[in-house]
């Protein structure tokens, strides 16, 4: 059945003069009432404002869209079913879909130097579009079906930017039966209740599409509710969905999502706090400084030259090149942070100059430093986000440099360690934080993903590891920093979102903000596999320590030391012990006796101990597809080479272990005398009941207990993570208790100490002199407590 839109009602419409006449002015008319200034704000947010058309990234990227509607238009065939002959409306996705050309049609037709600009032909459609998708399925009679998310975000979303950018043009009957849809599968309850898919960044699209309905409809009601309703996201959670005192961020109840839910959450909000500004529906709960803190406190952590980490990206790290795109232009870890960088840039123009300087500064910071992903050339930035960054760049406010810091996301099992010169990330699960998501056919094999995967970058080098199709072409039973049983399994194994977490509570770690011990229980995901990992994280090392590694799943058990990509031509080197090994695809060695390797344009290795480590190598090109972890992605073959080290703990090992170091961006000859500075490390204790280090040189201390017991001079109660770090005639001592037993530590250092200087509320002083005595206070989430004390 056609559509029953028409030449004679789209006449009807603001715009009819023009249309008769062979043109339509896509200007916007003036404001006439609060609602129409709010509409225009929104359609400014939308298509952005002070950039250079005649100038780059803008004229390519205008020219492009409007290719690309112009694609739209000409294949745009309305019957009964469909608008689009590839997009049935019998899936839920395909009408987001639709909803999504026909956004892309109205800013072509509204964007200048689209090739399209003002064209009464493509607008017609649009309205055409509009009104076939209402009368074949969006529309206050049809029960939804397929996801969920479609009908109450995707596609009300799409149609209600359509609709404010097409306002002059459309009738005032053809808004009216838009948004009677949308209150239809957007309805006030939607909001009632802060649970299930109604938290979140959930909850903040459901607003935004309650908040610009409310405006298309002039509704005071509507746009009350959708600043009322966001109030339940702001506070910090102790469980579930939503941000956490400690920077963490989780959606689907288990999942560490900053960089994907993270990102949808804060763009919502930047948008609609820069929307309802100065307006009677202003969001003035005092908890919206939450949002504004976790700009520094939960996002720039894992932020790194542009990039956002994929350790908080969920399912997202699977979504590489869409079959539903026709540029084919891939996602990554680097396209991920980009929008993040612009959500901060509009919401920094709403907080207050101090916030606002500090964020341009950092926004500009990464901006500068992404030379692997120019941020300006990213074909799917927005014209909007990109004037936003551009105005940034080019502004006298000074750039930012990395910080030297480490972070600790107890909430979410996450720790990211940062240099002057690298970061690294460590990603972790337990009985609260999910090994890995997968759900609508995306992240298929991410299972190891939370089994220790220890990631890094360099600061001009390394920086496409992730994003250089690593996920669809590296092995997944080899992720670098993980142990895994090379059990098979089966894809999305463990079950989807979230649903696979393993049985285990001591997770986590202590900081002083500088150097780091963090550990991690881990049970393998359907797997017998049990070990202890511990990370300790200091100037220029990660040292890696495992031990209790068991199993009995009847196929080996292994430790990934490394598997860089070397891209699709690369051939980096591996010298071994100052023996430079075959570059040959295909090579593979056992190398006993290893005391250290390096490779090549990324950094060195350092195996402690008498005699060296046994280490696997193995030099490989790998082929895959998107299509293979994600349902959704392209099945175009990709190929990328692989240098990967590995220890082999056996079939079915007992009390295995293993111990090396990670120096990022070390040369061979610092790499060679770290491993001949015998004495730089020592080793506390390696076992499955405590492991800790010391090094005399940085004066650090640490030391995981996985049971109560006393190493290297410091006596734990119970399980606890433990830190100290002695400069001079001062010490700092961390403590932590990751299993949150809601047990006390009662923490004994034997060495003289005159007096405790400074302590957290939650450190009682039990003694000083000959030896310190310390009581933590229990339930504090995994948090650190620290006490400063002058040595005796």
Not at 17 to 24: E, L, N, P, T
Not at 170 to 175: G, H, P, R, W
Not at 496 to 517: C, K, L, M, Q, S
Request: net charge neutral.
């Amino acid at each position: 059945m056609p559509s029953p839109w028409s030449r004679r009602t789209f006449l009807a419409g603001s715009g009819a003069a023009a249309v008769a006449a062979g043109f339509v002015n896509a200007s916007p008319a003036l404001a006439a009432d609060a609602y129409d200034t709010l509409r225009l704000r929104w359609r400014a947010l939308t298509l952005g404002a002070g950039f250079d058309v005649a100038g780059e990234p803008y004229a390519t990227k205008l020219a492009t869209l409007g290719a690309a509607a112009r694609t739209s238009l000409a294949s745009m065939a309305p019957v009964t079913g469909s608008l689009w002959p590839d997009q049935p409306l019998s899936a839920s996705a395909s009408v987001t879909g639709s909803h999504a050309r026909l956004n892309e049609m109205a800013q072509a037709w509204a964007q200048p130097g689209t090739g399209s600009t003002a064209d009464p032909a493509m607008i017609e459609a649009v309205g055409q579009g509009l009104d076939h998708l209402h009368g074949q399925v969006y529309n206050e009679n049809t029960t939804s079906f397929g996801n969920w998310w479609d009908w109450q975000i995707g596609s009300p979303r799409l149609l209600l930017d359509c609709v404010t950018v097409a306002y002059d043009v459309l009738t005032a009957a053809q808004t009216a039966s838009y948004l009677r849809a949308v209150d239809h599968f957007v309805p006030d309850s939607a909001v009632a209740s802060y649970t299930g898919t109604s938290t979140g960044a959930n909850r903040v699209d459901l607003c935004r599409v309650l908040a610009t309905r409310g405006v298309l409809g002039k509704s005071e009601a509507k746009l009350a509710l959708a600043r009322d309703a966001l109030s339940p996201v702001f506070p910090y959670v102790t469980s579930g969905d939503g941000l956490y005192a400690d920077g963490s961020f989780v959606q689907h109840t288990w999942v560490s999502y900053t960089g994907s839910y993270g990102e949808v959450l804060i763009d919502g909000l930047a948008r609609l706090f820069a929307l309802l500004a100065g307006s009677t529906w202003e969001v003035t709960d005092p908890n919206r400084q939450i949002i504004l803190d976790s700009v520094e406190k939960a996002y720039a952590p894992f932020l790194y030259n542009g990039l956002v980490m994929d350790s908080v990206a969920g399912r997202a790290i699977s979504r590489g090149i869409a079959t539903t795109d026709p540029n084919r232009i891939q996602a990554d870890d680097h396209r991920r942070g980009h929008p993040l960088l612009a959500h901060i840039a509009l919401l920094a123009e709403g907080a207050s100059a101090a916030e606002r300087t500090r964020w341009q500064g950092l926004v500009k910071g990464w901006m500068e430093r992404d030379y692997y992903s120019p941020v300006m050339a990213d074909a799917k930035l927005g014209i909007a986000d990109l004037a936003r960054l551009e105005a940034i760049a080019g502004s006298a406010v000074t750039a930012t440099a990395e910080p030297v810091a480490h972070r600790l996301f107890p909430g979410m099992d996450r720790a990211v360690h940062r240099r002057a010169a690298w970061a690294a990330s460590i990603g972790m699960a337990s009985n609260r934080i999910t090994y890995y998501e997968n759900g609508n056919g995306e992240n298929l094999r991410g299972w190891h993903t939370g089994s220790g995967m220890l990631s890094w970058w360099g600061s001009t080098y390394g920086n496409g590891q992730y994003s250089d199709a690593f996920w669809p072409t590296v092995d997944p039973y080899r992720l670098p920093g993980t142990t895994v049983s090379k059990k098979a399994l089966a894809d999305g194994a463990g079950g989807a979102w979230g649903a696979a977490r393993p049985d285990v509570t001591w997770v986590g770690g202590t900081t002083d903000g500088e150097f780091a011990a963090v550990g991690q229980h881990l049970k393998g995901l359907s797997s017998t596999m049990s070990a202890r990992k511990s990370w300790f994280c200091l100037d220029d090392t990660v040292v890696c320590l495992g031990a209790g590694i068991c199993g009995s799943d009847g196929v080996a058990v292994e430790t990934v030391i490394e598997n860089r990509n070397l891209g699709a031509t690369g051939t980096h080197g591996l010298a071994v012990n100052g023996t430079t090994q075959p570059a040959t695809l295909g090579w593979s060695a056992t190398l006993t006796g290893t005391t250290w390797a390096r490779i090549t344009g990324f950094g060195g290795y350092v195996f402690p101990g008498a005699g060296g480590a046994t280490v696997k190598a193995l030099r490989e090109a790998r082929t895959g597809t998107w299509s293979a972890i994600n349902t959704g992605g392209t099945a175009d073959a990709l190929t990328r080479r692989y240098l990967t080290l590995w220890f082999d703990h056996g079939v079915n090992p007992v009390n295995a272990s293993y111990a090396y170091l990670v120096m990022p961006g070390a040369t061979a000859a610092a790499t060679a005398a770290r491993a001949a500075a015998t004495g730089w490390l020592v080793t506390l204790a390696n076992t499955a009941a405590q492991q800790g280090v010391s090094v005399p040189s940085l004066g650090f201390t640490g030391i995981n207990f996985w049971s109560a017991g006393s190493v290297g001079g410091v006596t734990a109660s119970a399980p606890a993570c433990v830190l100290i770090r002695v400069s001079g005639s001062t010490a700092t001592i961390c403590v932590s208790e990751p299993p949150r037993s809601g047990a006390s530590i009662d923490l004994t250092w034997n060495r003289p100490v005159s007096a405790v200087t400074a302590k957290d509320a939650t450190v009682t002083v039990g003694a000083t002199g000959s030896s310190l005595r310390l009581t933590i206070a229990p339930g504090t989430a995994g948090a650190t407590h620290r006490a400063t004390v002058t040595l005796g």
